[in-house]
């Protein structure tokens, strides 16, 4: 049989927090009540297309005082740090070397409400967390973060040779429905979107989303080439 070499593929991480249910209940309150105080916790220069129907939040969230916000953010980051070492091959001397500077946020959905395509730049790992996705779960496509496919040109011909390749090799985007308590790690350069938000009547989505970006101690950075005209 011939070999088949795995090219190209995009790291897509998925950890489960143990027993989340009581961490996901102080999360939620905590949130509505931060929304409830309207500007005083919302980001204030909002860029990726949204509309009302979902609140985002000012992007210093990880650092709040907050018992529950401290227990997810070393969750979030004791799962960064490890999934790092995995993929890279670092020891726990090498990672104890890499210095983190993040920015978090949460947003809260209602009905109708959506994110637009994107990513982070400035970062090198993003994440999303799943406090609560609730009322839409006969409907298919609602509130799914969705990874747009970085090989733009996959699907200039599909048929049946092509159609259902396993995955990897799949063709097209890959959407996901957060369950309660799952975390998502993913580079931040790849494009993302939340697909609107759907429950059949009264429904209620809330996620935590960070950005992160690294310094090696003891290792300069690369340096951007200089061109001359």
Known sequence: MADIITAFAVPIISEQAGDPASLNAELRQFFLE????????????????????LFESSFSLFDWPH?????????????????????????????????????????ITRRGGYFGVHNHPMHSWSGVYCVCQEGDEESPDSGRLTFISPFAANTMFVDMAS????????????????????????????LHEVTSFEPETEGLRITVAFNARFRMEGVEPPKVPEFTF
């Open 67 to 107: 018992p529950a916000v401290a227990k997810l953010r070393d969750f979030c980051l004791a799962t960064l740090y490890q999934s790092i070492g995995e993929l890279s091959g670092y020891d726990t001397a090498t990672l104890q070397r890499l210095h983190i500077a993040y920015e978090s946020w949460f947003h």
């Open 34 to 53: 931060c929304e409830a105080q309207g500007d005083r916790y919302a980001n204030p220069d909002p860029f990726t297309h949204r509309n009302s129907a």
């Open 163 to 190: 159609h259902r390749m396993r995955s990897p090799f799949h063709v097209g985007n890959i959407p996901v429905r957060l369950k309660p308590g799952q975390l998502v790690l993913f580079p931040s350069w790849l």
